[in-house]
């Protein structure tokens, strides 16, 4: 049993009886907590996430894989309710082990185990791994994002400063059971789900505007989840 000091938001491996902490919030700034279920097993783990006294912390069903094939679960929490979060994991839920990281525009600053790169708004396509963070800045007109997955159920998310877009390709299940918001963070209020259209299920095309400032993109899914997923932007 270790408590995990997690101010950078790095990619960290959580155990049974372990707590991490990440004192260094921002007021203002939306994040998302990645947790992936990294024992190699069928088993769910449920992980803690609390953000102090004044709100009730939160269980997280992070979903059992085989092969270290499967879904990230989300926790979105906001720096306007707490600098602080801390995860845990029981110490009954023995042979546990989670995989975890804080993505937002600001997160994370220790980049170590995180594939981070400037997302280029020239229509090119890039592939989108696990743990693929993408940033960019983009300038003050319209951009459309295209992503592309041959996985059911591929999740991934765009962070602006006080926001998150949550996008799912080829949906099945019900994605409240995998994003979970925490405090005073409301979907349409804080962040949206945008789903892929039934008739092109593995493709996703969405218009946003850029105002300047940094947006970035993280992926959700394992390695093996996001074999042949991609990413591109280009301005409209």
Do not use: H
């Not at 997280?60 to 092969?67: A, D, E, I, Y």
């Not at 926790?75 to 546990?96: C, D």
Request: charged share 15%; net charge negative.
């Amino acid at each position: 049993m270790s408590t995990i000091d997690w101010n950078g938001g790095q990619s960290i491996s959580l155990s049974g009886g372990d707590t991490a902490v990440c004192e260094t919030l921002k007021q203002g700034q939306l994040y998302a907590v990645f947790l992936y279920n990294g024992a190699g097993e069928d088993a769910d783990i449920i992980v803690n996430v609390n953000i102090g006294n004044n709100y009730a912390p939160k269980k997280v069903t992070v979903p059992g894989t085989t092969g270290n094939k499967g879904l990230a679960a989300l926790a979105l929490i906001s720096g306007s309710n707490s600098q602080t979060v801390s995860i845990s994991i029981t110490s009954q839920q023995s042979g546990s082990k989670v995989d975890a990281w804080l993505g937002s525009v600001g997160m994370p600053t220790n980049t170590s185990g995180i594939e981070n790169m400037e997302l280029p708004i020239d229509g090119q396509t890039q592939a989108y791994g696990t743990r693929d963070r993408y940033y960019a800045v983009p300038e003050s007109r319209w951009y459309q994002l295209t992503l592309n997955s041959p996985q059911n159920q591929f999740i991934s998310v765009q962070f602006t400063e006080s926001f998150a877009t949550v996008f799912i390709n080829n949906p099945v299940a019900d994605p409240g059971n995998t994003i979970v918001p925490v405090g005073t963070v409301k979907i349409d209020t804080d962040y949206k789900i945008v789903k892929a259209d039934s008739g092109q299920p593995q493709t996703i095309m969405y218009e946003d505007q850029g105002n300047g400032r940094q947006k970035v993109w993280m992926n959700a899914d394992s390695q093996q989840n996001s074999s042949s997923s991609t990413i591109v932007a280009q301005y409209l």
